[in-house]
């Protein structure tokens, strides 16, 4: 027992001192003599590169990520998880208050709300707009959206049928300064398709109180979107008791497509279902494609440092001639030879991972907290941009930075251990 243990011992001590060997020898190649300055340049350029490759990575995953989660975030405050719908939509559903109380027992279902969707035309004080106008039960709305939750202005207290001789309405923020309107103005809503006549449909108007404003961050809706009591809404459009949706909305927003063909099943054949992702599909493969273009540009980044790891590798092998065979003719191995160029692989690798980590966590940090960078909310739906890194993204952004960095010292590694020391030092 006491000869392994010793045995044990000499072993961690030997293999000990040849990583500190290792490790002096790759320290003092990278800091060059005064007359191989041009391997110190070079080592600070493959480092710089290392950097910029990982600070670029996680920067532009952050934005990524940023763009994915606040759209993701606004819609599903506007809009449920999952929506049920007539085949035909001009039948409207009739019987949306049985089917209401079906939907609710359906397993992760949280809320159920019935609306009723219709384009209108709005004339405020500086002319006429295009308005989606949704028709809402108030308490059935805010259980299952977020939108009216916060309001910029006004009270969802007033969305009444009935407030100072008016219907009450609440607008998206760009919509009303669009409009001129302002909380406590008269808006007039007109129906192109209001009464049906002899002559055809005969647009109908009505007058709505402004009695708040919202404002989602998401700029489409923002600027066309309105709320109003659905029994208002009925009226404006010359409608019976019905809706031409009903919204739920679930403890777990993957399971939408499942839910929605069960609520199908519940309703029967003359209905049919759509969920958020189907509603956004184009927009979330977009941003998953950008993720994938994205890692692939920034990936040549890593390319390009890994390019000066193996530069500045092969020059100091190429400049170490002698200094290695001195080394191998003392007893160094050609093991720990391919080591101490595998050891300033890494050593650069992991000097320009954690600058690029530093610096990229900093400058989302900062760019996320005081939105440094402003968009036009009319085409991009977002006033800014948002950064959201994550510390996954580090993890594996840095595995991949510091797995490129050891792939490059390979060839010159080998070349190291390919010096014969007798023909090196013959003429020395």
Same mark, same amino acid.
């Given at each position: ?16 001192l040849m990583t500190r060997f290792e490790l002096f020898v790759a320290g003092r190649y990278l800091r060059a003599r005064r007359k191989e300055k041009v391997i110190s340049v070079i080592t ?52 949306? $208050?049985?089917? &209401? ?49 916060? #309001? ?7 969305? &009444? ?9 609440? #607008?998206? %923020?760009?919509?009303? @300064?669009?409009?001129? #309107? ?19 449909? !005969? ?16 700029? @489409? ?5 309105? =709320? ?20 739920? $909305?679930?403890?777990?927003?993957? #399971? ?21 992702? @189907? ?10 494609? @950008?993720?994938?273009?994205?890692? *692939?540009?920034?990936?040549?980044? !890593?390319?390009?440092?890994a390019l000066n790891i193996l530069i500045t590798l092969t020059m100091i092998v190429l400049t170490k001639y002698k200094d290695i065979a001195v080394l191998m003719s003392m007893g160094a191995r050609r093991g720990q030879?391919? $080591? ?14 954690? *600058? ?40 594996? *952004?840095?595995?991949? %930075? ?6 490059? &010292?390979?060839?010159?590694? $080998? ?11 013959? =003429?020395?």
């Amino acid at each position: 027992m006491p000869t392994a243990c010793a045995a044990w011992t000499l072993k961690y001590v030997r293999s000990t001192l040849m990583t500190r060997f290792e490790l002096f020898v790759a320290g003092r190649y990278l800091r060059a003599r005064r007359k191989e300055k041009v391997i110190s340049v070079i080592t600070v350029i493959s480092v710089a590169g290392v950097a910029a490759g990982v600070m670029a990575l996680i920067i532009s995953l952050a934005v990524n990520n940023g763009f994915r989660d606040t759209l993701q975030r606004n819609l599903l405050g506007a809009t449920a998880h999952v929506n049920v719908l007539r085949l035909d939509p001009g039948q409207g559903i009739a019987d949306w $208050r049985d089917l &209401t109380t079906r939907f609710k027992r359906i397993p992760h279902v949280l809320a159920v709300a019935p609306v009723l969707y219709d384009p209108v035309i709005m004339k405020g004080a500086q002319g006429y707009k295009g308005v989606v106008l949704k028709g809402i039960d108030v308490r059935s709305e805010i259980s299952t959206s977020d939108m009216l939750k916060h #309001l910029k202005a006004g009270s969802l207290d007033r969305l &009444t049928d009935d407030d100072g001789g008016l219907p009450g309405i609440i #607008l998206g %923020a760009k919509l009303a @300064e669009d409009s001129g #309107l302002a909380v406590n103005r008269v808006a007039t809503l007109i129906s192109p398709e209001g009464t049906l006549t002899p002559f055809g449909p !005969e647009p109908k108007s009505q007058r709505f109180r402004v009695v708040g404003i919202f404002e989602s961050g998401f700029g @489409e809706i923002d600027q066309a979107w309105a =709320y109003a009591p659905v029994h208002s809404v009925q009226k404006l459009l010359s409608l019976g008791d019905v809706v031409n949706s009903i919204e739920i $909305r679930l403890d777990d927003l993957n #399971l939408a497509p499942e839910i929605g063909a069960e609520a199908v099943r519940l309703a029967g054949n003359r209905y049919t279902s759509t969920n958020w992702q @189907e509603q956004n599909k184009e927009l979330l493969h977009a941003l998953k494609m @950008e993720r994938v273009v994205t890692f *692939i540009t920034i990936g040549l980044i !890593e390319l390009v440092g890994a390019l000066n790891i193996l530069i500045t590798l092969t020059m100091i092998v190429l400049t170490k001639y002698k200094d290695i065979a001195v080394l191998m003719s003392m007893g160094a191995r050609r093991g720990q030879i391919r $080591r101490i160029f595998v050891v300033q692989g890494a050593l650069i690798g992991a000097v320009g991972t954690a *600058i690029g980590l530093t610096f990229g966590y900093l400058i989302c940090y900062f760019a996320d907290t005081y939105r440094l960078v402003p968009l036009d909310e009319a085409v991009y739906a977002l006033s800014f941009v948002p950064f959201e890194p994550r510390p996954i993204d580090g993890v594996w *952004i840095a595995l991949a %930075a510091m797995t490129v960095s050891l792939l490059a &010292t390979l060839y010159p590694a $080998r070349n190291a251990t390919r010096i014969t020391p007798v023909e090196v030092l013959r =003429y020395e």
